[in-house]
Structure formats: structure tokens, C-alpha cells
């Protein structure tokens, strides 16, 4: 076990770190048994059978194709807080699906899915949720529900908006909502937060230019839509860097080009097609990248001779702290591995994240818990893979949010109340 990690001092740490040889050989099942979103049938039923075995109230599954949810009462089902004001119900979760990428590990719970992989922690994400639910229904202390959210689909399938377009607010009305991922990038038994953004809005855009084909030997009798893209990937370059305030973030990226066969040399291709992603943390940022990239494609197209037209698509909004369960969220780390543990600046990230529809619907945190970078593996990688040292405590964070948001006594000053928002 890692220092870092055995500073942690709360109760529920003690306990799920006797259990973490079973949590690390949970966490390996699912690493070599990898699935894609809304396919999780495997994960789900694993998931749902846990949930059952730990004594959890309630265990509904089929949410969105494949999400699970547990239901888990407290003492007496409610705060004994006498204020409307006070947290009754409290949702936790964890994303499930894995990633189509080809794992280059070569250790026993290595993928043993041909293209499947999880590259990004998610069985690791899922086990630790799944270590708080044993915990809490074991020992129930706490006064409200807690609400195990399994999701599945957060990898570019928006399955969080899926399980929310399914019910999963009006059938669980949470207070708040709160999820966690690791992040290479720390050290292990360290927590990171902060109270505004943690991740970008992810918008996919294809644009596709329309020129006519000839001969490589007679361009002049052509309108070659390759020298078009060539154009419009230098002046998207602008767009950041002209328009957009230094004191904000943005980012446009052209990642992909098709035009012509690389068979046929001199041959000028009638259509091109661009792909790329656009990033950003405002609004009004987001509508200006969209916009001057629209007029940018055509008026570019156009100086050429061509046409071209823009499809963007607006994927993932950006992922927001609200500042109190921010806060609180810190305050809770804190309590276990100790300020000096305790990133409550950590700076935000061009990524995205599902998570950021749940934060559009209830108030609520995204961290991150430090899993270090060995071997030099960073999130997505072929060989990443997720540290099973840090999961007794990312399951005792998870546990303790709920523990401190619903107090068995009155006098908790940690547990947040709806009159401070």
C-alpha cells in the first residue's frame, strides 16, 4: 500500500482497505472484460448482482439500455435535521463503459476483447462506487438516501444525458450529485477540485468541401478541393488566437482530412472532408467559435471557386462545479488524507465530460483523485492502466460525501444546506 494512501484517517478508509483484495480482483474482472456504451450488459449485470450481495434497499436496473441504480437508506431515511433546507438525498456516480482501442498490456486481466479496452479508469471508477455501497449498506450511517448512479455511455455516447432524458432525476431527486476520476497527473492519495470548471465543452464539427475533379496535370481545369482544406486548416488557426480573450480558453483542432486515393497520384478529388473538435468553457465563447468558423469554411471555400458547408455538433456542455458542494467536497478530502492532500485549484482540463449533464440538472462536484502516471501512462494510452492502490480510498471518499452531507446528528458543520446556494 502506497503512503500517500495509508495517510488517510477516517473509519470508512479502515474498513474498505480490508477489503481491497477483493475490490482489486473486482476492478481486474472488469479491466479483462471490457465493453462499449450502452453494450454494458456484462458490467450491469456484475454490477447488479454486487449491489444485491452488499444488501443495498433498492437495485434497479435497465436505465438508459444498461445503467444501474442503488438505493441505499440511511438510519431513519431522512435528515433528522429539522430544516427543509438540509440534504435528505445524495448521488454518487460512476461511469462503466470502456473504450474501442487495442490494449498493448500484458498482464493477466489484460482486455480480452479483440479492439476493446478500458483505457480510461471507468472499472476502476466502478469498483470504487461499488466499495462505497458495500460500505454504507453495511453501515448506515447517515440519515437520507444515497444514490448509486452506474452509468453507462460516457465515452462520446452522452450516456449520462441518456440516463437523464430516462427518468433518472424524477425517479431519484437528488440534492446533489457528485463523481469522481482518476487522474495520472497526481500523485496517489491526492484529491483535486475546484469550484468552477473542471473539464470543456466538446463540440464535433465536419466540414465538407465541394470543388470539381480533372487532372493532376491540368488543375487549371479543376477546382481542387484539397488546396481548399489546405486554406481552411491555416486560417482556422485564427480563430483562437484573433478572437478569442487571452483570459479565456479555447481550442480548435482539424484532426482528420479524406480527399482523393492515395492510389491514383494524379487525380484531383471532387470533395474533401475535414474533421475536427472545437473546446471551450463559455457559452459565449462556444456560440463565437461556431459561428466565425461557419463563415470562415464558406468564405474560404468561395475565394476558390468552391463550396463547402459545416456540420458542428455540440457534444458534451462543459463540466461546472457549484462552488459550495465544491467546497464541501475539499472539506471531506481534507478529513481524510489531510490538507497538504488537497489540490482545491487544480486547473481545469480541455477534455470533457459527461458528468456535465447531471451538473446542468442538480448542483454537485467533479474531482479527481491522484492515481500517479507509472510507466509514463496517461489517460487513453494503450498501456494505461488503472492503480488498484487507490481504491480503498476513492471508495471512502465516496462514502464519506455521503456520511457528511447527511449527518446522523444535528451538529455536522460539514453537511451543505440548500440556503447557502
Known amino acids: 500500500m502506497l503512503q500517500a494512501v495509508d495517510s488517510a484517517r477516517s473509519g470508512p478508509y479502515q474498513r474498505l482497505a480490508g477489503w481491497h483484495s477483493e475490490l482489486t480482483a473486482f476492478r481486474r474482472d472488469l479491466h479483462a472484460h471490457p465493453e462499449l456504451g450502452f453494450e454494458e450488459r456484462r458490467t450491469a449485470g456484475r454490477v447488479a448482482e454486487a449491489l444485491k450481495l452488499f444488501g443495498v434497499d433498492e437495485v434497479h436496473t435497465g436505465i438508459a439500455k444498461t445503467g444501474v441504480v442503488g438505493v441505499i437508506h440511511g438510519a431513519s431515511g431522512h435528515s433528522k435535521t429539522a430544516s427543509k433546507s438540509a440534504v435528505r438525498c445524495i448521488g454518487l456516480r460512476a461511469d462503466m463503459d470502456a473504450l474501442p482501442m487495442r490494449e498493448e498490456n500484458d498482464f493477466a486481466w489484460r482486455s480480452t476483447s479483440q479492439g476493446l479496452m478500458h483505457g480510461c479508469g471507468h472499472d476502476g471508477h466502478t469498483t470504487m462506487l461499488l466499495g462505497a455501497a458495500r460500505y454504507l449498506a453495511q453501515t448506515r450511517r447517515f440519515n437520507g438516501t444515497v444514490v448509486l448512479i452506474f452509468q453507462p455511455g460516457e465515452e462520446g455516447y452522452a450516456g449520462a444525458k441518456a440516463m437523464i432524458d430516462d427518468g433518472l432525476f424524477d425517479r431519484f431527486p437528488v440534492d446533489s450529485v457528485y463523481a469522481m476520476h482518476n487522474w495520472p497527473s497526481l500523485p496517489p492519495g491526492t484529491l483535486g477540485v475546484n469550484s468552477g470548471p473542471m473539464m470543456a465543452a466538446a463540440d464535433r464539427f465536419e466540414i465538407t468541401i465541394y470543388g470539381r475533379g480533372?487532372?493532376?496535370?491540368?488543375?487549371?481545369?479543376?477546382?481542387?478541393?484539397?488546396?481548399?482544406?489546405?486554406?481552411?486548416?491555416?486560417?482556422?488557426?485564427?480563430?483562437?488566437?484573433?478572437?478569442?480573450?487571452?483570459?479565456?480558453?479555447?481550442?480548435?483542432?482539424?484532426?482528420?482530412?479524406?480527399?482523393?486515393d492515395p492510389g491514383a497520384f494524379s487525380v484531383i478529388p471532387r470533395q474533401a472532408q475535414l474533421v475536427g473538435t472545437a473546446r471551450s468553457f463559455k457559452r459565449d465563447v462556444q456560440d463565437m467559435l461556431e459561428e466565425r468558423l461557419g463563415r470562415l469554411v464558406e468564405s474560404v471555400a468561395l475565394g476558390f471557386g468552391a463550396t463547402a458547408r459545416l456540420d458542428y455538433h455540440r457534444m458534451y456542455p462543459a463540466t461546472i462545479n457549484t462552488p459550495r458542494e465544491a467546497k464541501f467536497a475539499a472539506d471531506v478530502a481534507a478529513s481524510l488524507v489531510g490538507e497538504d492532500k488537497v489540490v482545491r485549484d487544480l486547473a481545469p482540463s480541455m477534455g470533457a465530460e459527461d458528468f456535465s449533464f447531471m451538473l446542468q440538472s442538480k448542483p454537485g462536484a467533479y474531482l479527481r483523485i491522484g492515481q500517479g502516471g507509472e510507466g509514463g501512462c496517461f489517460l487513453h494510452s494503450t498501456r494505461y492502466d488503472f492503480n488498484d492502490d487507490i481504491l480503498p480510498l476513492g471508495a471512502a471518499f465516496l462514502a464519506s460525501l455521503a456520511e457528511r452531507a447527511m449527518p446522523a446528528a444535528d451538529s455536522s458543520p460539514a453537511s451543505p444546506t440548500k440556503e447557502k446556494r
Not at 487571452?246 to 481550442?251: F, I, K, Q, T, Y
Open 214 to 260: 480533372g487532372h493532376g496535370a491540368h488543375p487549371y481545369m479543376a477546382i481542387d478541393p484539397v488546396l481548399v482544406a489546405a486554406h481552411i486548416i491555416t486560417a482556422a488557426q485564427s480563430l483562437v488566437s484573433r478572437n478569442v480573450n487571452p483570459l479565456d480558453s479555447a481550442v480548435v483542432s482539424l484532426c482528420a482530412m479524406q480527399a482523393g
